[in-house]
């Protein structure tokens, strides 16, 4: 049975800086709420208590005079008015054994305050104690009374405090007093303050988030737009002075960097046409050698450093060819290209696969796929490509049974004319940009190149797996 997964806090969190102010404010607003909720119902209910300790000390304090004077502790004759409900529960007795038991829940701090007022009224006694006890319910003639008399109460009365102290002569005088409960209205009053906190500080943060958002998305937006033509192209600035000034600053840095680029493009492309042209005469004389080993030797010689140059430039110029993209086939791509290899006696082969269409640079994505699967030939005796496509790329797979490396040089083999010993020597050839140039590709095109280790069941290394992922759409 499938469990459903509970939402994580970073997918919960916004990805946004907008959404993280907003929420950071909320959350702080209804925290700061919620602790002043604390602070009131706190604060009532001390009021609660010292209002039960203020009617309990003028209660004993009449109850003892009453009694020193030989007056009766209760007027009996008190007629309409003694059967009123709030009078009903408070009751003052004078019993020989203190009327609190362990049942019930001792009231410390109301001893604290009686025990400083009491005294001071001159008022002795050996101990006092205070418990709280239920509140017993109220018959429905009492309702009908407490309306004839002062109006009807809602809030029922649920606590009693029950004050007893041991006189003098070893009676104890006690007093019921009712604990009045935390008013309803202090969750409603923080609600209504906290509506109207959020109306007046989160709208006009909204605004203000919303502005400085699409500063930022305009910024956003041409940076990207730089990192894929690299061409300079001004962002009007808005919004605080701040990200105006970043704004500009980024106008003037990439304006630098394009005016850069584009010296080293015209030196690129003079160094590479006052290379190859010698190049090309000295290919010529070298076909007037007797010697055809030397012959041999001396053409791949020029070959290669033909093929290092043409790297060399062709890495320069990433990003900057000007090229559109347009809609490749990219299975009958791979299977032209793998016809091409298997042309050359080699052994390379291609999974079936659905037809898959995406926007690519035909010349650069060509070249790529060549470096990635001539490596795999190259190092690992053969090549198996397989292409899946996924939610919104493509995977092309490029399996090898070679040697492997070591999984803390994998990222070296990306470094420009690094060759890794054990896969890659003089006697193979290559020139160390094949990978470097495939990678940059398919930056490129916004996808990824990645290699790792093939292992097999028992974790041996069975050759390498080359991964290059490219957005369809």
């Not at 000007?322 to 299975?331: D, I, Q, R, T, Y």
Request: proline share 6%.
């Amino acid at each position: 049975m499938n469990m459903l997964k509970r939402p994580s806090f970073k997918r919960l969190w916004p990805s946004s800086l907008a959404g993280r102010l907003l929420l950071t404010i909320a959350l702080a607003l209804l925290v700061g709420q919620l602790l002043n909720a604390v602070l009131l119902v706190r604060a009532q209910r001390d009021q609660a208590m010292d209002r039960v300790a203020a009617e309990a000390a003028v209660r004993l304090i009449a109850s003892t005079d009453r009694l020193e004077q030989g007056r009766p502790l209760r007027e009996q004759r008190l007629g309409r008015m003694g059967r009123a409900p709030g009078l009903r529960m408070r009751r003052t007795a004078l019993d020989p054994v203190s009327p609190i038991t362990p049942a019930m829940q001792a009231m410390p701090k109301i001893e604290q305050r009686l025990n400083a007022i009491l005294p001071s009224y001159g008022v002795t006694y050996r101990d006092i104690q205070a418990a709280a006890m239920p509140a017993p319910p109220r018959p429905r003639r009492m309702d009908r009374l407490a309306a004839e008399i002062g109006g009807r109460d809602d809030e029922r009365i649920r606590q009693l405090a029950v004050i007893a102290i041991e006189r003098p002569d070893g009676q104890w005088l006690s007093v019921r007093v009712p604990v009045a409960e935390a008013s309803n209205r202090i969750g409603v009053t923080i609600i209504a303050q906290t509506v109207v906190l959020y109306l007046v500080m989160l709208v006009p943060l909204v605004w203000l988030t919303r502005r400085i958002a699409r500063s930022m998305g305009a910024l956003r937006d041409g940076v990207a737009q730089f990192e894929q033509t690299q061409q300079a192209q001004p962002i009007e600035p808005s919004g605080p002075s701040d990200l105006a000034d970043l704004t500009r600053s980024f106008n003037a840095m990439s304006a630098r960097i394009s005016a850069m680029l584009n010296e080293k493009d015209v030196m690129l492309g003079a160094i590479g046409h006052d290379l190859k042209t010698p190049l090309a005469a000295l290919r010529v004389r070298v076909e007037s050698v007797p010697d055809d080993r030397q012959r041999s030797r001396m053409v791949a010689s020029i070959d290669d450093i033909t093929r290092t140059l043409d790297d060399i430039l062709s890495l320069a110029r990433i990003g900057r060819t000007g090229e559109a993209p347009e809609p490749v086939n990219l299975v009958a791509l791979v299977e032209m290209i793998a016809d091409e290899y298997r042309d050359l006696g080699q052994d390379v082969e291609l999974a079936e696969c659905e037809r898959i269409v995406a926007p690519l640079q035909l010349t650069w994505i060509r070249r790529a796929l060549r470096n990635v699967i001539g490596n795999a030939v190259r190092y690992g005796t053969r090549a198996r490509i397989s292409i899946a496509r996924q939610t919104s790329s493509v995977a092309i797979t490029i399996d090898d049974d070679g040697p492997g490396i070591a999984d803390d040089q994998i990222e070296r083999m990306f470094e420009p004319f690094t060759r890794l010993e054990a896969s890659r020597n003089m006697a193979t050839g290559g020139t160390g940009l094949g990978l470097t140039l495939a990678r940059a590709v398919a930056h490129q095109h916004g996808g990824s190149l990645t290699v790792q280790n093939r292992r097999g069941p028992g974790g041996a290394i069975e050759g390498l797996r080359a991964v290059l992922t490219l957005p369809v759409g």
